[in-house]
């Protein structure tokens, strides 16, 4: 593990300090753009899309750095930044609920005046032809430039169907409530949220009977061997959680709100059938490409359901395998192309279909790509920002296995590579939640002790 560690230091220093000098330059700049910005009556609009880790990355940094006479529109049908990483937790600890839910407050405080405008509301499609897009209520709104970073859905407790805080909490608090008052109990999928909800229920609730029932012969077939097979030790032999791999039992029907099921019955391979009081499924995610169905419909992966993009992260009309060539020519002496309205649509993050890792950090990086090629555009000038995945930074996660117990774990490479993993057995209850809120600048209200007591 000291290894590990080093291992993990040594990258993180790699990365860590021309990223720390980075953005201290990009600060100063947003400093000076703060102050000579200057609204004008009828701007051009750069939309964005999507309010979480990749749209909120992209929107900030647009803030620092869109010249006057365009205007940032952001789309983003929640009231709040729904921090999905600790729903696992919350789903199952009473009174954490409204911290998941974080304001974006700060976000729209810190823009220079009349740069910014956010519309809480759900986008319906996107005209890509007209360059508009239409909204659930009719409203239209023309874009120059348009971001699509809209992730993926998947049923509760994974993410809440409701856009507003209050009843996004009630929402965990059901889920709360069907977890205490059910005795056998079946988590369906053994992804990062399987494992992380199965672990918890267990470790909160020993007398409970917790079962983990995934598809294929390893949990956790997004990452690599040494974190399955830690996990498996730890939900199976620590725990005592009933882990069934390689079994595919249709999904009951599900009870009210998500994918809870109550008195349902599940069938294996084999042909026997299993009563559990209650059944959450934790698989399924659809990515929400579908606003662009009507209007590009080949945009859309017919695999993955993600939108294709180029290394520019620019959205594409047709799919081609060569495409994604990080050493690609771009041919920088070439005069600026002429934009169609294709090479006007960007997405980024979980959307959309490039070869990084479906994880929070890689749309954070992907957001710079995105800026400095809307700029690029903006000034005429052809896109040259590829976006390079880093596996090793921007696949690690942090996995909860029970109230204490977590690992970072990381690795080289989509497919294999060195791994890394460091043990703790001294996580927080809150998942030391607050450290969010100030990330994302808010210390009023839970994120920090300034002016006392926090609202919930
Ligand atoms: C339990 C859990 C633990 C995780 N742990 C980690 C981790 O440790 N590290 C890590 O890097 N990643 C982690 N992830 C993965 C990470 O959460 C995702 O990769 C990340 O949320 C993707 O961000 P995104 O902005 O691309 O999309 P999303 O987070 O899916 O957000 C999309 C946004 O777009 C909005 N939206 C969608 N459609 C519309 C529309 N039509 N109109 C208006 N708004 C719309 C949604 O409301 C949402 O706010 C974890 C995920 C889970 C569930």
Not at 26 to 41: G, I, M, N, R, V
Request: glycine residues 10%; contains cysteine; proline residues 6%.
């Amino acid at each position: 593990m000291a290894f590990d560690t080093l291992k993990i230091i040594a990258h993180g220093i790699t990365w860590f300090i021309p990223y720390i000098v980075r953005a201290g330059l990009q600060s100063l700049y947003a400093l000076y753009h703060f102050y000579t910005y200057k609204p004008t009556d009828s701007p051009k609009h750069i939309v964005v899309i999507g309010g979480s880790f990749a749209g909120l990355q992209l929107v900030k940094r647009l803030t620092q750095t869109i010249p006057s006479g365009y205007k940032i529109i952001w789309i983003e049908k929640n009231s709040h930044l729904n921090y999905v990483f600790a729903f696992p937790r919350f789903s199952v600890v009473a009174g954490l609920e409204k911290r998941a839910f974080i304001p974006y407050t700060a976000l729209e405080a810190g823009a220079p005046k009349g740069s910014l405008r956010r519309v809480q509301g759900t986008v319906s499609w996107i005209n890509k032809e007209e360059q508009k897009v239409i909204l659930d209520g009719g409203e239209e709104i023309p874009f120059e430039y348009l971001a699509i970073a809209t992730g993926s859905t998947q049923p509760l407790p994974v993410q809440v169907e409701s856009t507003e805080r209050t009843e996004a909490c009630d929402e965990l608090r059901a889920v709360q409530t069907h977890i205490k008052t059910s005795q056998k109990i079946a988590i369906l999928g053994g992804g990062a949220v399987g494992v992380e909800l199965a672990s918890d229920i267990k470790d909160f609730h020993p007398d409970k009977d917790v079962s983990l029932v995934h598809s294929r012969e390893a949990l956790l077939n997004r990452f690599g061997p040494r974190l399955q097979q830690y996990a498996l030790s730890a939900l199976r032999d620590e725990l005592g959680v009933r882990v069934l791999l390689g079994e595919r039992p249709v999904r009951p029907t599900a009870y009210g709100k998500g994918s809870l099921a109550r008195d349902a019955t599940l069938v294996y391979r084999d042909g026997k059938e299993e009563i559990f009081d209650l059944v959450i499924g934790c698989t399924g995610q659809r990515p929400n490409s579908h606003i662009l169905a009507m209007s590009s419909p080949h945009s859309i992966c017919k695999k993955t359901s993600r939108i294709l993009v180029s290394p520019t992260l620019q959205m594409l009309t047709s799919d081609t395998s060569a495409i994604w060539n990080p050493d690609i020519d771009l041919h920088p002496d070439l005069p600026p192309p002429t934009l169609n309205s294709s090479d006007r649509i960007f997405a980024l993050g979980d959307v959309a279909a490039h070869p990084g890792p479906l994880m929070a950090r890689a749309g954070f990086m992907q957001a710079e790509t995105v800026v400095q090629n809307i700029i690029s555009c903006i000034n005429g000038k052809p896109t040259k920002r590829i976006y390079k995945p880093n596996w090793f930074i921007e696949g690690a996660i942090k996995l909860t296995l029970g109230k204490k117990h977590n690992v970072v774990y990381t690795r080289a490479g989509s497919e294999g590579g060195s791994e890394a993993m460091i043990v703790s057995r001294k996580g927080k209850e809150d998942l030391d939640i607050g450290t969010a809120w100030r990330q994302y600048g808010v210390s009023g209200e839970f994120g920090g002790v300034k002016g006392g007591k926090p609202d919930y």
